[in-house]
């Protein structure tokens, strides 16, 4: 059974941070552009990173290019995304799935919120 695993989410101030991380069961994710993704209340879920099986070629969406880092440690097979300057727009549940993502691999996610 694939399973997918978020953390690090949490309540933090704007402009502080926070770094998420993914890790997977019943999956090699190493094989697999990654990528992260968000919902926020009566929103629909939106990209926001994305990175190659081999560690390069990252993507952002625009709305926080600059600010996000997506990375990988294919040695330990996990995803993680290093979130600074946070904005209360980033506010939502963070999700990693490959990319393009997989229905069935969805996970819990972790709740991000900031406050402002």
């Known amino acids: 059974q694939v399973e997918l695993v978020e953390s690090g989410g949490g309540l933090v101030q704007a402009g502080g941070s926070l770094r998420l991380s993914c890790a997977a069961s019943?999956?090699?994710?190493?094989?697999?552009?990654m990528g992260w993704f968000r919902q926020s209340p009566g929103k629909e879920r939106e990209f926001v990173a994305a990175?190659?099986?081999?560690?390069?070629?990252?993507t952002y969406a625009e709305s926080v290019k600059g600010r996000f880092t997506i990375s990988r440690d294919n040695g330990r097979g996990t995803l993680n995304l290093q979130m600074n300057n946070l904005k209360p727009e980033d506010t939502a549940i963070y999700y990693c799935?490959?990319?393009?993502?997989?229905?069935?691999?969805w996970g819990q996610g972790t709740q991000v919120t900031v406050s402002s």
């Open positions: 990175i190659r099986r081999g560690g390069d070629g990252a």
């Open positions: 799935n490959s990319n393009p993502p997989v229905l069935n691999m």
């Open positions: 019943g999956l090699d994710i190493t094989i697999l552009n």
